[in-house]
């Protein structure tokens, strides 16, 4: 396990590390075998400092669950240009790195499993995936809208529900088996799911 070199840092960037070094060791050991002591050698720090950013094991593993939401959810929701080309951009983000590799996948699995039993994870969870969906719809609307077909909520909504879908599953099997495919097909075949269910072309 690799050890980072203790250095002096503003509480901001201390705590920021603290959570990367927690995502390290529970990407590498799993949550039961990513210890305090563990995450505090990664971090190049002692425990006692580790327990001056947080009050419990819970709270760190709450804050890197957090940490992996955002990192899954930012790139798609800063795309920028016309619908159309926003919309894309959305959906091939989701099938290139650091979104889509092993480690993500290795992170997502490792709370997903605890998303039913912890009510704060179960908490974060609905929050990003809310952010992530209501974004899309967002998209959808406004693609829609631009290509002289608008749409009313609910359908943009269940639209919305549907690509998610799509995308998440994709996304799982490119982390997991992506020398199964050759490059740019998930991303091809995401577009062309996409435009099966609006009934409308996205590619120029």
Known sequence: MNRRTFHRAP?????QEL???????????????????????RAGVTAGLV?????SKDQM???????????????AQNVEGDPATRL???IAVNFTEPVADS????LWAAFISQVRVDPVLAEIHREGYLAFR?????????FL??????????????????INGLIDGLWVEGCLAGDLFRDGELVSIAMASVEAVLGLPIEN
């Open 61 to 75: 593993v709450a804050e890197a669950y957090r940490a992996v939401i955002a990192s899954l959810t930012e790139k």
């Open 88 to 90: 894309r951009e959305f």
């Open 134 to 142: 209501n974004t899309l719809q967002e998209l959808l609307s406004e």
């Open 19 to 41: 959570i990367e070094a927690t995502l390290d060791c529970i990407s590498e050991f799993g949550l039961k075998g990513a210890t305090v002591r563990q995450i505090a050698i």
């Open 145 to 162: 809208a631009a290509k002289g077909r608008p749409a009313s909520e609910e359908e943009c909504r269940r639209h919305a529900i549907a």
């Open 51 to 55: 327990r001056h950013y947080f009050d």
């Open 11 to 15: 509480e901001g960037e201390r705590r």
């Open 103 to 106: 480690r993500s996948v290795s």
